[in-house]
C-alpha cells in the first residue's frame, strides 16, 4: 500500500500568515492527489483535486503542487475560517489512502 | 444541489452484521464511483470501499476485505455497505463520498461526503 506522510501534524499559525503543508507518498503516484479540510464535527471537504486545481468555491489563497512523491498545500494568509484539519489523499491505483492530517490552530 | 444521507449506524455486538445506506440526489448517480470511508472519533481518515458506476468493479481495504460487501442500486440512487463480522476495531464515523470518476482507481478526488453515520461495535 502507498502511505501518505504529512507534515507537520500540528501547527499553530496567526491570521494573516502564510502556512505551508507537505505531504510526501511511499512511491510515486503522479498527480492523483487532493487535500481536504475537515471543521470539527463535519464531513471533510475537497480544496485541491489532481495536486493543483483549486476545487470550484475555493478560496484562491489555497494552492496546490507538487508530482510524484512530493505535495505542498499552501494557504497564502490564514483566515479565522482557516483553522482546522487538512488532510491530504491519494488516489493512485485501487488502494486509496490518507495521509495522518495536519490540525491548524491559532496561536 | 448534491446531497448525500447516510444511514444505518447503530450500536452492535462484536460478530454481529449491520447494512449502511447513502441516498443521492442532485447528480447523476449513474455517473460516478462511489466510496465508504470512515474515521474514529477524533482521528484520521480511512478510506474502506469503493464501487465503480455500473457496480461491476468493487475494491475494499484489507482491514475489510472478506467482511464488507459494497453494492449500489441505481435505480433507488443508493449506495450501501453490508458489514459482517463486525469488530470492535470497526467503530467509527462512516461516511459516502461520491468519486469525481465513474471508473473506479486512478481517480483525482472525492469531491462531496454525506454527513456520517455512526457505527459502535461493543459488547
Known amino acids: 500500500d502507498i502511505q501518505l506522510t504529512q507534515s507537520p501534524s500540528f501547527l499553530s499559525a496567526s491570521v494573516g500568515d502564510r502556512v505551508t503543508i507537505t505531504c510526501r507518498a511511499s512511491?510515486?503516484?503522479?498527480?492523483?492527489l487532493a487535500w481536504y479540510q475537515q471543521k470539527p464535527g463535519k464531513a471533510p471537504q475537497l480544496l485541491i483535486y489532481?495536486?493543483?486545481r483549486l476545487q470550484s468555491g475555493v478560496p484562491s489563497r489555497f494552492s496546490g503542487s507538487g508530482s510524484g512523491t512530493e505535495f505542498t498545500l499552501t494557504i497564502s494568509s490564514l483566515q479565522p475560517e482557516d483553522f482546522a484539519t487538512y488532510y491530504c489523499?491519494?488516489?493512485?491505483?485501487?488502494?486509496?489512502?490518507f495521509g495522518g492530517g495536519t490540525q491548524v490552530e491559532i496561536k | 444541489e448534491v446531497q448525500l444521507v447516510d444511514s444505518g449506524g447503530d450500536l452492535v455486538q462484536p460478530g454481529r452484521s449491520l447494512r449502511l445506506s447513502c441516498v443521492a440526489s442532485?447528480?447523476?448517480?449513474?455517473?460516478?464511483?462511489m466510496h465508504w470511508v470512515r474515521q474514529v472519533p477524533g482521528k484520521g481518515l480511512e478510506w474502506v470501499s469503493g464501487?465503480?458506476?455500473?457496480?461491476?468493479?468493487?475494491g475494499y481495504a484489507d482491514s475489510v476485505k472478506g467482511r464488507f460487501t459494497i453494492s449500489r442500486d441505481n435505480a433507488k440512487n443508493s449506495l450501501y455497505l453490508q458489514m459482517n463480522s463486525l469488530r470492535p476495531e470497526d467503530t467509527a464515523l462512516y461516511y459516502c463520498?461520491?468519486?469525481?470518476?465513474?471508473?473506479?482507481?486512478?481517480?483525482?478526488?472525492?469531491?462531496?461526503w454525506g454527513q456520517g453515520t455512526l457505527v459502535t461495535v461493543s459488547s
Open positions: 489532481e495536486a493543483s
Open positions: 463520498a461520491k468519486d469525481i470518476n465513474p471508473l473506479l482507481g486512478y481517480s483525482y478526488a472525492f469531491d462531496y
Open positions: 512511491q510515486g503516484i503522479s498527480s492523483y
Open positions: 442532485g447528480f447523476d448517480f449513474d455517473d460516478y464511483a
Open positions: 464501487i465503480r458506476w455500473n457496480g461491476d468493479d468493487t
Open positions: 489523499h491519494q488516489l493512485s491505483g485501487y488502494l486509496f489512502t
